[in-house]
């Protein structure tokens, strides 16, 4: 977890569409949902999910990543709806 911090810190002056920026918060986001802290993993991977298909949508391989680990955190926290609906997306 103390990785994924220091990771987004580094980053968190570069412009919103730099790499090191989306990748520092989705490694943020990865290290709570390992550290079960959902809640807070959930918005960081809501955030990293939007940088991406706003700057990065061309790297569809990395946006379904993303999407993919944001449906397993809501399934996590029990909104499986939530989560079936953005598999379904990501399967479409």
């Known amino acids: 977890l103390a ?3 220091a ?3 580094t980053y968190l002056g ?9 990748a520092g918060l989705g490694t943020l986001g990865g290290a709570l949902s390992e550290s079960r802290r959902l809640e807070e993993a959930l918005a960081a991977l809501e ?3 939007a940088l991406k298909q706003r700057h990065f949508s061309r790297d569809v391989r990395t946006v379904l ?5 944001l449906a397993n955190c ?4 029990e909104r499986h709806e939530e989560a079936l609906v953005l598999r379904r997306e990501i399967y479409a």
Do not use: F, I
């Open 3 to 5: 990785l994924g911090w």
């Open 7 to 9: 990771c987004w810190k």
């Open 14 to 22: 570069l412009p919103e569409s730099a790499w090191l920026r989306c």
């Open 47 to 49: 955030a990293t999910v």
């Open 65 to 69: 990543v993303t999407q993919s680990d």
């Open 74 to 77: 809501l399934a996590q926290l």
